[in-house]
């Protein structure tokens, strides 16, 4: 069965960091890409950055290019998000998922940014 | 970016009905580069189609997807009680990746 389980959300501050991780198994974790999808409350989904099955290359929407960077140990079968200097609007549901469409997708992490 | 304009916004359709479900392109997706998600109320979007008209494990044979260019269509035959839900549609041509705003699909 083919899990991924998000962590690391939680509440921070405007400006602060914070780090997704998401869990894979149930699935040959280096033959896929990977993807960060956002959810705000009562709003749509957002692509947010993708990752090759390599980890070689890199994507990122517009709005956190330059904030946030994508990485991938394939060995752990675990991706991550790193997010810097958060903004209010950078509070969503994040969720894991294939690239570059979402065949798997986790259950999310709630990210909160707010003083 | 290439922009998904998703119609209508609301539908409002009885069980046994057929929906129609429109994504506009602002540029074209050639290569089917284009997918349609699920996704029920406190729930995790289910992806439905790929590359157009690929049904994903599991879809049942009453989702069909078509279209080309700028124009694709999601199409769900015999609305059954659990179809009612968001449907968003999808492109991953060209980074970055965007999705429409959604349809939601209410029961009449």
């Known amino acids: 069965e083919v899990k991924l389980l998000e962590s690391g959300g939680g509440l921070v501050q405007p400006g602060g960091s914070l780090r997704l991780s998401c869990a894979a198994s149930?699935?040959?974790?280096?033959?896929?890409?990977m993807s960060w999808v956002r959810q705000a409350p009562g709003k749509g989904l957002e692509w947010v950055s993708g990752?090759?099955?390599?980890?070689?290359?890199?994507y990122y929407g517009d709005s956190v290019k330059g904030r946030f960077t994508i990485s991938r140990d394939n060995s752990k079968y675990t991706l991550s998000l790193q997010m810097d200097n958060l903004r209010a609007e950078d509070s969503a549901v994040y969720y894991c998922?294939?690239?570059?469409?979402?065949?798997?997708w986790g259950q999310g992490t709630l990210v909160t940014v707010s003083s | 970016e290439i922009v998904l304009t998703q119609s209508p916004g609301t539908l409002s359709l009885s069980p046994g009905e057929r929906a129609t479900l429109s994504c506009r392109a602002s540029?074209?997706?050639?290569?089917?580069?284009l997918a349609w998600y699920q996704q029920k109320p406190g729930q995790t979007p289910r992806l439905l189609i790929y590359?157009?008209?690929t049904r994903a494990t599991g879809i049942p044979d009453r989702f069909s997807g078509s279209g080309s260019g700028t124009d694709f269509t999601l199409t769900i035959n015999r609305l059954e009680p659990e179809d009612f839900a968001l449907y968003y549609c999808?492109?991953?041509?060209?980074?970055?990746?965007?999705f429409g705003q959604g349809t939601r699909l209410e029961i009449k």
């Open positions: 998922a294939t690239h570059p469409f979402a065949l798997w």
């Open positions: 149930g699935f040959t974790f280096s033959g896929y890409a």
């Open positions: 990752i090759n099955d390599a980890g070689g290359s890199t």
């Open positions: 540029q074209s997706v050639s290569g089917s580069y």
């Open positions: 590359a157009t008209s």
């Open positions: 999808q492109q991953y041509l060209r980074s970055p990746i965007t």
